[in-house]
Each structure stands twice: as structure tokens, then as C-alpha cells.
């Protein structure tokens, strides 16, 4: 999403852009046409491109916006046992190819009661 919002009141007069001083805005005039430029790594949210606007054209609320946005959606892998989420199968994959094997798809809970089952195993039994 753009958070750089501007209405159809813009005439292109670059009040904004001649006044942002982090300089995150710019333009661009290409086949008889201007286009304005936003940059959000250098953007401050001062708004100072707001105040400045002769024509009210820039949205400012829209950089106010408390809201997710989505990246990037993984399938997860759960837990054999029970179910829940343990962690991405893109992950999964990146372990197995460092480690040199297929990972248990256990969670935390399980994955201690499997090595204690196990360890209980290994101990020698006592005779009386």
C-alpha cells in the first residue's frame, strides 16, 4: 500500500516537493506528463508536504494509519502430536539442508516428552 496519498486536487505546483526536508519526495517529467515521486525509507512523516500544499492535495491521514501490512504468507508445519504451528515448511527445509536430515515435526511440549521417553529408555534398570 501507499501511504503517500494525493487527490485529484494536485496541479503539480512541487510546493511539496521543494519543501520536504528529507527530501522523500521528487518528480519525474516523461512524454508530456509529471509524476510525483515519494520515497518511504526517507520519509519522516513531519507532514510538512501537508501544511505546505497550497491545494490540499496530500492525504496525510493515511501515514497516521495504525495497520498491518502483509509481506509474505508461508505454509506452516504443526506438531505431529497435537497440531499446533511449530514453525514455516520453508524453514523446515533450510534446517534439514544444514543439519543433513529430516527435522521431527514436534512442538516444544512433545519434543521434551519424546527425548524424556527416550532417556528413560537408555537408563539401566536396577536389579534386587
Known amino acids: ?16 516537493v ?8 521528487s518528480w519525474q517529467d516523461d512524454d508530456g506528463q509529471r509524476t510525483l515521486l515519494h520515497n518511504m525509507a526517507r520519509c519522516v512523516r513531519c507532514a510538512n508536504c501537508w501544511r505546505i500544499c497550497p491545494q490540499e492535495a496530500i492525504e496525510f ?3 497516521l494509519e495504525n495497520e498491518w ?29 544444514n ?16 527425548f524424556a521417553a527416550r532417556q528413560a529408555l537408555m537408563k539401566p534398570q536396577k536389579r534386587g
Open 1 to 16: 500500500m501507499s501511504y503517500f496519498i494525493v487527490n485529484d486536487k494536485c496541479n503539480g505546483c512541487l510546493s511539496c
Open 61 to 63: 491521514q493515511h501515514f
Open 18 to 25: 521543494e519543501n520536504c526536508p528529507a527530501n522523500a519526495l
Open 99 to 114: 543439519i543433513g536430515r529430516e527435522l521431527d515435526r514436534l512442538c516444544p511440549k512433545h519434543k521434551y516428552a519424546d
Open 69 to 97: 501490512d502483509e509481506v509474505v504468507a508461508l505454509r506452516l508445519v504443526h506438531c505431529k502430536i497435537c497440531g499446533e504451528p511449530i514453525y514455516t515448511a520453508d524453514l523446515e527445509k533450510t534446517l534439514s539442508e
